[in-house]
């Protein structure tokens, strides 16, 4: 059973920073990796799409790799703003249709 | 284009009733998935349909149901509802087996009393 880890829980930056967020996975079979924000009480933005036969994606501000092989993908975020406070979720899409989360990466960041 | 939508936003439910939620897809996508989210157990997968068949079942009792509709819009059923049950219901639509990514919609709030 696919099993995904987000690291860390928390993250408190002031703004300007740049910042990694960490996600693995354990099972390297996957159809492709999807990163989301979420605001409180709301539901789940997408924010980058990696196939599995992908190494990265960008999107302004954000970068997201993924290394499938070893079972790892980072979100960076260049340049952080205090709109930038959510929090982000990495999923994993398997050949079993459906759809694994980690538990996200609650992020701050202070004016 | 429109969004995935969910109906209702919020309900508020009785213990032991049981409670109808509704997804509509994006237009042109088949596959539609239920999580279920809660602030202890984060997203729970709890099924996806795809041409109107189930196609994956997560570990839920089976209270929890659902269906899709020829129109790929899915309804998803709790029957004799527990407290526990009180959780932010998410619906996310895609092509199929995560083809272009999932989409989700703004979620159904169900608060059990």
């Known amino acids: 059973k696919q099993e995904v880890t987000q690291i860390p829980a928390a993250l408190s930056v002031p703004e300007g920073e740049n910042l990694v967020l960490n996600c693995s996975f354990t099972d390297s079979a996957i159809y492709n990796l999807q990163w989301f924000r979420q605001d409180p009480g709301k539901g789940l933005t997408s924010l980058l799409l990696i196939q599995s036969s992908q190494r990265e994606q960008t999107s302004g501000r954000l970068n997201a790799s993924l290394d499938k092989s070893s079972g790892r993908s980072t979100l960076y975020i260049a340049a952080s703003q205090p709109g930038d406070s959510a929090t982000y979720l990495c999923a994993v899409s398997g050949n079993n249709n459906d759809m694994r989360f980690g538990a996200g990466t609650r992020l701050t960041v202070k004016p | 284009k429109a969004g995935v939508t969910q109906t209702p936003r919020y309900l508020i439910k009785t213990r032991g009733q049981q409670v109808t939620l509704s997804c509509s897809p994006i237009s042109g996508h088949r596959s539609v998935s239920w999580y279920q989210q809660t602030p202890g157990q984060g997203l729970q997968f709890l099924f996806e349909?795809?041409?109107?068949?189930?196609?994956n079942k997560g570990n839920f009792p089976g209270r929890f149901s659902g269906r899709q509709f020829s129109n790929s819009r899915s309804e998803m059923n709790v029957s004799t509802l527990e407290l526990g049950d009180s959780a932010l219901y998410l619906c996310?639509?895609?092509?199929?087996?995560?083809?272009?990514?999932?989409?989700f919609g703004s979620g159904t709030r169900l608060t059990v009393v």
């Open positions: 996310a639509s895609s092509l199929g087996q995560g083809q272009g990514g999932y989409t």
């Open positions: 349909y795809f041409s109107e068949t189930q196609r």
